[in-house]
T-cell receptor, first 113, second 107 residues
Framework: KAGVTQTPRYLIKTRGQQVTLSCSPI?????VSWYQQTPGQGLQFLFE???????NKGNFPGRFSGRQFSNSRSEMNVSTLELGDSALYLC????????????FGQGTRLTVV | GQNIDQPTEMTATEGAIVQINCTYQ??????LFWYQQHAGEAPTFLSY????GLEEKGRFSSFLSRSKGYSYLLLKELQMKDSASYLC????????FGAGTTVTVRA
C-alpha cells in the first residue's frame, strides 16, 4: 500500500515568487491536512481538506491557500513568498476527518532566498 | 487554546527503557498521538490513544489518562535506531504538537 506522496521533495524560490506543492494521500483516505515545520515554531497546522472542502484553517495569512480534488489529491499554494516561509511542509492523510491516525508524507523542503 | 508539554531531551543506554511524559491542556480532544521523527525526515505514526489505558505495540507502549491530561510513551529494549525526536500531539479538528523530545541512545 503506497504511503503519502509529496512533490517536489526540495524547492528553492526567491522572495516574491509563488509556489505550489502537491500531496497524494494514501488510497482510500479522504482527509488531507497540511503542516508547516520550522525549528523555532515546530509543527503548525495550516489547513485540512475533506471531500474537496476546506474544513479547518490555522493561523496563517491569506498568502497560504489550498485545494483538494475529487481524487483526494491536494495542493497548497503560497504566494508572494517571504524568507520566513522557508520550512518543511508536511501533508498528512487520514481515512476520516479529525485527523484520526494521520500519516505523514516525506514533506517538501522549501527554501526562500 | 492548546498547551502541550514534554521534556526537551532524554538520554538512555542501549537496551534500557525510557519513558517520555506528555501533559496537555486543550480545548478539544479526540485522541492523543505519538510520532517519531528522525532528523531530516517526516514524522512516523507510532500510536493513537483515545480511551484511558495502555496500548502496547511491540517495544513501544503508550498510556493515556484523559482526566489528568497526561500521556506517556514507553520505549523498551532501546536500540541505536531509536535515537530520534518523539512528538506528542493532541487531535481535535487538527493535530496540535508538542515541541518534541529528543531521545539519544548511547552504546
Amino acid at each position: 500500500k503506497a504511503g503519502v506522496t509529496q512533490t517536489p521533495r526540495y524547492l528553492i524560490k526567491t522572495r516574491g515568487q509563488q509556489v505550489t506543492l502537491s500531496c497524494s494521500p494514501i488510497s482510500g483516505h479522504r482527509s488531507v491536512s497540511w503542516y508547516q515545520q520550522t525549528p523555532g515554531q515546530g509543527l503548525q497546522f495550516l489547513f485540512e481538506y475533506f471531500s474537496e472542502t476546506q474544513r479547518n484553517k490555522g493561523n496563517f495569512p491569506g498568502r497560504f491557500s489550498g485545494r483538494q480534488f475529487s481524487n483526494s489529491r491536494s495542493e497548497m499554494n503560497v504566494s508572494t513568498l517571504e524568507l520566513g516561509d522557508s520550512a518543511l511542509y508536511l501533508c498528512a492523510s487520514s481515512v476520516r476527518e479529525m485527523n484520526t491516525e494521520a500519516f505523514f508524507g516525506q514533506g517538501t523542503r522549501l527554501t526562500v532566498v | 487554546g492548546q498547551n502541550i508539554d514534554q521534556p526537551t531531551e532524554m538520554t538512555a543506554t542501549e537496551g534500557a527503557i525510557v519513558q517520555i511524559n506528555c501533559t496537555y491542556q486543550t480545548s478539544g480532544f479526540n485522541g492523543l498521538f505519538w510520532y517519531q521523527q528522525h532528523a531530516g525526515e517526516a514524522p512516523t505514526f507510532l500510536s493513537y490513544n483515545v480511551l484511558d489505558g495502555l496500548e502496547e505495540k511491540g517495544r513501544f507502549s503508550s498510556f493515556l489518562s484523559r482526566s489528568k491530561g497526561y500521556s506517556y510513551l514507553l520505549l523498551k529494549e532501546l536500540q541505536m535506531k531509536d535515537s530520534a525526536s518523539y512528538l506528542c500531539a493532541v487531535g481535535d479538528y487538527k493535530l496540535s504538537f508538542g515541541a518534541g523530545t529528543t531521545v539519544t541512545v548511547r552504546a
